[in-house]
């Protein structure tokens, strides 16, 4: 078994976002549908439904094809993050289209923590609204590689340049003020096709990328950090098989294998070689890397976000919730955490309540000390707060029961995030970042 | 296995993304639950994550066993496969019968003899017996609508049930597998892969398959544009003409609901360039049973299906 390695095509992952009515459906629907992603049976049932809902022969209602749920289709609305998925020659794409209206802060909080771009629609006859500049604070706090805002409906202002230009410096604006670099800015129209696969020439006085062609050359997020960050590999599980090695092992090969011991994990960031020094989290040893399996195959190298396991040149104590790291790049162990919160359950967070952090792989309780302010989306201001209500993000300090290795989400985004879980019914009460 | 030693990685591949990516997956699963089991039916899904499994634990043995429900209307060559599979690998199966409900009472045959929609009680039955607190499946995001909106880690209560207006939100890549006693999840490592992607990986990686995926002459006739097999358990109407043709499944499934398309794609290679250009769905080509309503897989899904 070799495992090859190609370097084309990569996966790029983007997350829609918009307001109601601002035809991110249809947006979606057209990027599906042009990239030839969906089939002829899935058209042939979208047809039959329009159909059914009285619209015109031939006409479709893209919404049907994201809408999943049977309640989505009965009220008209969208419920959850729906995946979908379509390539190109360059690429595949994931694409997490997040609902706009219910839950707003949760659905967005979804789709952008994975994703490597998040386009924002905005409707270029209303401009940007409320609505779009929560999406945007959200975006930016959560520090997604990169934002575009599409300019949809742009067929509705009759290619009109100048209410471009002042769509889209409203646009620029709000994401100055947000701290939002290298914001991308496109007028499209998601109805008539403009700008989403090609270059529109009904809007000669843009000479930017059309939306596909620009997530096609975009850098994804996995090659823009994760080769210059130093390695953090948070332990899963040991792998000890002894007497259990898989059937089909060469009695050779098993005897080399017989004591084999090996930590396995996701490789967060960096790099990791054969011969390189490393050091454990929390117990601050030392070891060198005596041998790499990347999904399951010997290598002499391996790189973040691969899947492997290390074995050492000695025995260290390390257990899942353990971080592996480059030697002389131990973070600091933390007790005490100044987050910012995304509130994504229906109780209230209030100070003194007790809680499970899970960061990493590492799972500690935690107890919730004191809620400084709640973030007001609207003013972009943070206010005093006494609790964080569902959907509310606001900053928060919290203390562990043990440490863990939190670094600044502005520098590492795996290092610097964690989930906030009931203690005994295990919901996931609020999504955490470290504050700097 | 041989183990070879390959270049320093510059670039991941998409299959080599999705690949460390289900790899996390399953290993999060192993490390927080007490008893995972994976369903198991020699379906191309399940025998990728079966796969994935052994490469997620190597040199070591997979590390829990699987389950098959039987519907007793499988095609016999996918079940020498499944047992063939388990015994090269050395893991335990565990084998749920659709036949054996049926037999004593518990489940009633349904009138068009489609067996799909009645695993379901078995399955549960089959978790609780073995006290599995995570279940794990070979479903995909891309074969369904319903499928489009479940999560990779998936709550289900103890009677099975998907509630999808109350999932738990999933981010970055940190998953909550936390449940109370009675509760159990499904969990999904090849959610983000398309069939195309499965198909890839089986021929990049030389994943042995059951022969009835590839190009094979078959007594077939013709059911709502579907090619049904002749056998014990899918007899044809009498107005329906039986005949030869080349064909190949794309799902294997139940034989009384799956479909064959026409094809002369005999090799992964061919079947790769077949999927590329397929026009149809997957489930669209070869599903009767999710032809029963716009929502069939998810009215299943609530009810405990995977």
């Known amino acids: 078994m070799t495992a090859t390695l190609t370097a084309t095509p990569t996966l790029f992952r983007f997350a829609t976002a918009g307001s109601v009515d601002d035809g991110k459906s249809t947006l979606v629907g057209r990027l599906l549908h042009d990239s030839k992603a969906i089939l002829a049976d899935q058209l042939e049932q979208v047809a039959r439904t329009s159909a059914d809902r009285g619209f015109a022969h031939g006409a479709f209602d893209f919404a049907l094809l994201t809408d999943g749920l049977r309640a989505e289709r009965e009220q008209g609305i969208t419920i959850d ?356 | 296995m041989t183990l070879s030693t390959t270049a320093p990685a510059t670039a991941l591949s998409t299959l080599d993304l999705l690949e460390a990516e289900a790899i996390h997956v399953i290993r999060e699963v192993v490390a927080e639950f007490e008893r995972p089991v994976l369903l198991f039916s020699g379906g191309k899904d399940s025998v990728v994550v079966l796969h994935l499994a052994t490469k997620a634990f190597a040199p070591g043995r997979v590390p829990f066993p699987v389950l098959h429900v039987d519907t007793g209307h499988n095609f016999p060559e996918v079940l020498a496969f499944r047992d063939e599979t388990v015994e090269r690998l050395g893991i335990r199966l565990e084998v749920a019968r659709v036949q054996d409900y049926i037999d004593d009472g518990r489940l009633q045959e349904r009138a068009d003899g489609t067996r799909n929609p009645l695993q379901t009680v078995p399955l549960l039955d089959a978790i609780a017996a073995g006290r599995h607190d995570a279940v794990f499946g070979g479903a995909r995001r891309d074969e369904d609508k319903a499928r489009a909106k479940e999560r990779i880690i998936s709550l289900r209560d103890e009677f099975g049930q998907w509630d999808p207006r109350n999932q738990r939100p999933e981010l970055w890549s940190l998953y909550n597998g936390r449940h109370t006693p009675g509760q159990h999840v499904r969990a999904f490592p090849i959610s983000n892969w398309t069939e195309l992607d499965v198909w890839q990986y089986i021929e990049r990686e030389g994943i042995a398959l059951p022969p009835l995926y590839f190009a094979h002459e078959r007594e077939v006739y013709d059911r709502d544009g579907m090619w049904r097999p002749v056998g014990p358990f899918s007899p044809p109407r009498e107005d329906e003409s039986v005949e030869v043709r080349t064909v190949r499944y794309r799902t294997v499934g139940d034989m009384s609901c799956t479909g064959a398309v026409e094809s002369d794609a005999a090799d992964l290679a061919a079947i790769v360039a077949e999927v590329a250009v397929s026009t149809l769905t997957e489930r669209g080509a070869t599903r009767a049973d999710d032809r029963l309503s716009e929502a069939a897989m998810e009215d299943r899904k609530k009810d405990g299906y995977f």
């Open chain 1, 81 to 436: 993050v729906a995946y979908r998925y379509f390539s190109t020659g360059a690429r595949s794409f994931i694409l997490a289209d997040c609902p706009g209206h219910v839950q707003y802060t949760r659905n967005m909080v979804t789709g952008a923590t994975t994703a490597d771009a998040v386009v924002v629609l905005v409707d270029a006859r209303k401009g940007v609204l409320e609505q779009t500049r929560r999406h945007l604070a959200v975006v930016a706090l959560l520090r997604v590689p990169h934002v575009i805002v599409a300019v949809n409906k742009i067929d509705l202002i009759g290619f009109s340049a100048e209410a471009f230009a002042d769509v889209a410096a409203q646009a620029q604006a709000v994401a100055s003020e947000l701290g939002i670099e290298g914001l991308h800015v496109l007028p499209v129209s998601a109805l008539e096709g403009d700008n989403i696969v090609e270059r529109s020439e009904r809007t000669p006085w843009y000479d930017g990328p059309a939306l596909l062609e620009l997530l096609e050359t975009l850098p994804a997020a996995d090659g823009l950090e994760h080769e210059v960050e130093p390695l953090r590999l948070p332990v899963q599980l040991v792998l000890r098989p002894q007497g259990g090695l898989a059937p089909g092992i060469a009695p050779d090969e098993a005897e080399r294998l017989r004591d084999y011991r090996a930590v396995a994990g996701r490789i967060a960031s960096g790099v990791v070689r054969v011969g390189d020094r490393v050091e454990l989290f929390p117990a601050g040893t030392a070891a060198t890397v005596s041998g790499i399996r990347a999904a399951g195959v010997e290598v002499e190298e391996a790189t973040a976000p691969q899947s492997v396991s290390l074995e050492f040149d000695a025995d260290i104590d390390a257990a899942r919730g353990a971080l592996v790291v480059s030697a002389g790049t131990l973070p600091a162990a933390q007790r005490e955490v100044d987050a910012e919160l995304f509130q994504l359950d229906a109780r209230p967070l209030t100070p003194g309540i007790r809680v499970l952090v899970k960061h990493g792989t590492a799972t500690v309780q935690a107890i919730v000390a004191q809620i400084e302010s709640r973030y007001d989306l609207d003013a972009l201001t943070h206010e005093p707060a006494q609790a964080l209500q569902t959907n509310d993000i606001g900053r928060v300090r919290l203390r562990l029961a043990a440490d863990l290795p939190l670094e600044p989400y502005r520098t590492s985004r795996h290092g610097g995030s964690f989930l906030v879980i009931h203690p005994s019914d295990g919901a996931t009460l609020a999504a955490g970042i470290v504050r700097d």
